[in-house]
């Protein structure tokens, strides 16, 4: 599996940026894609996340009501739609791609994805 994060930026607080991630390598009906962050000086975070097949989504506290999360099944793309950002949404942002299954908790935690991209830097400016 091979993801290719891209769209990051700089912006300012109170703008909008999209995220996208091209995934390849197979099929991906029984995976759920996601986005992580890491904050200067903080750890890796879960930010939001979809299943392909069905499309349910969840999303950290953080980024509830300002991010979404989409798929595009046709082009194997995922991407994030950040609106209102903040400053403390300064981040390197990661797709990753894991298997379904078990409980929804378990995909907060990066030890339970598999695949990761590159990160993409984005700079929200205040």
């Known amino acids: 599996v091979q993801l290719q994060a891209s769209g990051g930026g700089l912006v300012q607080a109170g703008g909008s940026l999209r995220l996208s991630c091209a995934a390849s390598g197979r099929t991906f009906s029984s995976y759920v894609l996601g986005w992580f962050r890491q904050r200067p000086g903080k750890e890796r975070e879960f930010v939001a996340a979809i299943v392909w097949s069905g499309g349910s989504s969840y999303y950290a506290d953080s980024v509830k009501g300002r991010f979404t999360i989409s798929r595009d099944s046709a082009e194997n793309t995922v991407y994030l739609q950040m609106n209102s950002l903040k400053p403390e949404d300064t981040a390197v942002y990661y797709c990753?791609?894991?298997?379904?299954?078990?409980?929804?908790?378990?995909?907060?935690?990066?030890?339970?994805?598999?695949?990761w991209g590159q990160g993409t830097l984005v700079t929200v400016s205040s």
């Open positions: 990753a791609a894991t298997y379904t299954g078990g409980p929804w908790a378990t995909y907060y935690s990066g030890t339970r994805w598999l695949y």
